[in-house]
C-alpha cells in the first residue's frame, strides 16, 4: 500500500510539474485569438485580429525576414562544417582528434551569456563593429555541437564496408560519399539542420549580445516589446514562435524514428 500511495504521490508531483510548464503556453496560445484589449478568462468572443494587425506591423516582418535568414544561413554553414567534422572525427585517427572534438562540442556545454559576453569582448578587442556577420558566425559556432552529435551518432552505425566495397569497385572517394555515404547520412543531416535552424531561430540569451538594431530578429523582438509594454501583439507574435519552436524539432525527430525503423 505504500509502495503505490509513493508512486501516486510522484506521478501527482510529474503531473503538477508538467501543468506548471505548460499552463502559460497555452494561456498565450489562447488569449491571441481574445479579441479584446486585456486578456481575461473566459474569452468573449474568438478572433484573429492580432494576428492580422502583426501582419501590417512593418518592424515584426522584419525581424521575422531577419531570422529567417539568419537560421537558413546558421544551418546551411554549420551543416557544411559538421559534415566533414563528423567524417574525419568518425572514419580517420589523427593527433589532437579528441581535443578538436571537444572544442567543437564544447559551446553546448558554456552557458550562452558567457559565450555571447565572450565574443562580444573579443571583436571589441579586435575594434570591430557588430554586424551580421559576426551574428552569423556566433550562431554557427552555437549550432555546430548539435549537428555534429546527430551526424556521428549516425555515421557511427554505418558500416565501414559499404564504402569499401564501391572504393574497390573503382569509385572515387568523392563518388564513394555522394553516392553511397551521404544517402545513408541524409536523415540524419536533415534532421540536424533543423535543430539548428530551430536553435539559431528561438535564440535571444547571446543574440541580445551580438545583434545590432538593424539585425534584430524576432525573439530579441519580443524582449524589447515586453520591456516598453505589454500588447496583445506579443501574444499572437508568442504564438507563431511557439508554433515554430514546438513543430520543427518535432519533424526534426519524426525523421530520426522514421530512419531508425529503417523506413
Known sequence: MKFFSGWSLIKL?????????????V?????????????????????????????????????????????SLTALIATTIAIPAAMAFVRYDFPGKETLNTLLLSPIMVPEVVLGVSLLLFIRWLQMPKSFALLLMGHVVLTIPYILL???????????????????????????????TFPLLAPAIFAGMLFSFTISFDD????????TAQNQTVPVKIFSMLRNSISPDIN????????????????????????????
Open 13 to 25: 508531483y510529474t503531473l503538477l510539474v508538467y501543468v506548471w510548464m505548460f499552463t502559460p503556453i
Open 204 to 211: 535571444v540569451t547571446a543574440t541580445l549580445f551580438w545583434a
Open 150 to 180: 546527430v551526424v556521428q551518432a549516425r555515421l557511427v552505425g554505418i558500416k565501414r564496408e559499404y564504402e569499401e566495397a564501391a572504393l574497390s569497385l573503382g569509385a572515387s572517394p568523392f563518388q564513394t560519399f555522394m553516392q553511397i
Open 27 to 71: 494561456a498565450v496560445v489562447l488569449l491571441s485569438f481574445n479579441p479584446q484589449q486585456f486578456g481575461s478568462f473566459p474569452m468573449e468572443g474568438f478572433s484573429f485580429k492580432w494576428y492580422i494587425k502583426l501582419a501590417q506591423n512593418e518592424t515584426i516582418l522584419i525581424a521575422f525576414k531577419n531570422s529567417l535568414v539568419l537560421g
Open 236 to 263: 499572437a507574435l508568442g504564438a507563431v514562435m511557439i508554433v515554430l519552436t514546438v513543430s520543427l524539432p518535432l519533424a526534426a525527430g519524426y525523421i530520426s524514428r522514421k530512419f531508425a525503423r529503417g523506413e
